[in-house]
């Protein structure tokens, strides 16, 4: 029944678009603007992909508008029978699965949705008994039935799964040249420490400064090994989910034992060889995550967004303030992607519209997102907004301003890396 009905929705959509001039969805315009903001602005981009006649057309009626989502293109594909199965196959899944024998299974698109619809059709009891389907939005870590004990919905995800969402870049050199910026700044905090500095305690509770850079080196090492060695990859996340509660802070705990100087220079080793591995991908190319694959820039943009965070730990174990830079124009554009799976994480159901999030750069340039019209927006500065999605600060403590209920909700819930509802940080004492 699904499936026939996605069908009828794709030959309407089919039916209306016939007789348009052929449109392009609004990712080529959006990643233009995202590498030239000052000289092709988003404002230019989206009223670009609006002047369509094929989008004008059904932004301009709230009928049509109603019927057809805003980026119809990507949303129906080319492809009838594609887009009819996946609506069939859209009916059962929840955003994971946990099997019989003890796998944990994230959410990552049809394959997906192939792998949840055909595992209770496989066992012998049709999936009754002990159900596979026991996760929920608002209850992420809960498990029912016979295998509530298990910790596998305790696991601690690396990146968030939202970088995978972000539209391909036609050249990723331009975050890939950032994340190594990024990279270099912290190498230069950390370079000169001594052994005592390296024990020194983090924001991370349980986690010295050799803790920090020892997760970001195994880290680095996982992404290079799904770049350049898929089977070598896959066997990591295998090792991984027999230890699903404890297996990045067991990686973390293990190089923080290494002594400085190898330490040191394990990290340097494997991010420049992550380095090469993503200037040398293949264009277009897409590699394994633990979360759904990811091309080259997504991978580079996740990296630069965790290698900022542990920074910020390091710096404030030190007493160090870092100056903010443009860099965070990708950390902010992640975070502003990962509304909808803020919202779902905490088992609420995202808002329908897009929000206006205007931010400012700390070169003094303002950075936009989302509609202008919005009636719901975000404003501040952009390192505040940073610092919320990456739960390096609370609330109460930043400059952000919301406009709309839902708005302001989304600030109490940002969260730009994936897993459970992160904790986040305690406001501060006296506002200092």
Not at 24 to 39: C, K, M, Q, W
Request: glycine share 8%; aromatic share 8%.
């Amino acid at each position: 029944m699904a499936a026939h009905e996605a069908a009828r929705r794709w030959d309407d959509w089919a039916s209306y678009a016939v007789g348009h001039p052929p449109a392009l969805p609004p990712g080529p315009y959006l990643d233009r603007a995202y590498l030239d903001p000052l000289g092709y602005p988003e404002r230019r981009a989206r009223a670009e992909y609006a002047s369509q006649p094929l989008i004008r057309a059904i932004l301009e009626d709230p009928e049509l508008a109603d019927r057809f989502p805003y980026d119809p293109i990507r949303h129906f594909g080319p492809d009838r029978e594609v887009y009819s199965a996946d609506g069939g196959a859209d009916v059962l899944p929840t955003p994971a699965l946990l099997t019989l024998d003890g796998r944990w299974v994230e959410c990552g698109g049809p394959d997906y949705r192939r792998e949840f619809n055909a595992y209770p059709d496989a066992r012998d009891d049709g999936g009754q008994g002990a159900v596979p389907l026991v996760t929920t939005r608002r209850h992420p870590a809960r498990v029912d039935g016979p295998s509530r004990g298990s910790k596998l919905m305790q696991a601690r995800l690396i990146v968030s799964r939202a970088a995978a969402m972000l539209p391909a870049m036609a050249d990723p050199t331009p975050v890939i040249d950032d994340l190594r910026a990024e990279s270099d700044e912290l190498d230069l905090l950390v370079a000169e420490l001594s052994t005592e500095q390296w024990g020194l305690p983090t924001p991370a509770p349980g986690w010295t400064v050799a803790h920090q850079i020892a997760h970001l080196a195994w880290t680095d090492r996982s992404a290079l090994l799904a770049v350049t060695d898929a089977d070598a990859f896959q066997a990591l996340v295998e090792k991984a989910l027999t230890r699903p509660g404890s297996f990045v802070d067991e990686g973390a705990e293990e190089g923080a034992r290494l002594p400085v100087a190898e330490l040191l220079s394990t990290w340097r080793a494997g991010r420049t060889a992550l380095d090469t591995a993503l200037r040398e991908a293949p264009a277009g190319g897409r590699f394994p995550w633990y979360g759904p694959p990811m091309s080259a820039a997504s991978m580079a943009t996740a990296r630069l967004m965790e290698t900022w965070a542990h920074a910020l730990d390091v710096a404030d174990a030190l007493g160090v303030v870092r100056h903010p830079s443009d860099r965070l124009r990708h950390v902010a554009r992640l975070g502003v992607r990962t509304r909808d799976f803020a919202f779902g994480v905490h088992g609420l159901t995202p808002p329908a519209e897009e929000f206006r999030v205007e931010l400012t750069a700390p070169s003094g340039a303002l950075w936009t997102y989302g509609p202008e019209g919005a009636p719901q927006r975000v404003t501040g500065p952009v390192l505040d907004f940073c610092l919320l999605v990456t739960q390096r600060a609370n609330r109460a403590d930043l400059a952000l301003h919301a406009e709309g209920p839902d708005a302001d909700r989304w600030l109490g819930i940002a969260q730009a890396f994936a897993g459970p509802p992160g904790t986040g940080r305690p406001p501060k004492e006296d506002g200092r």
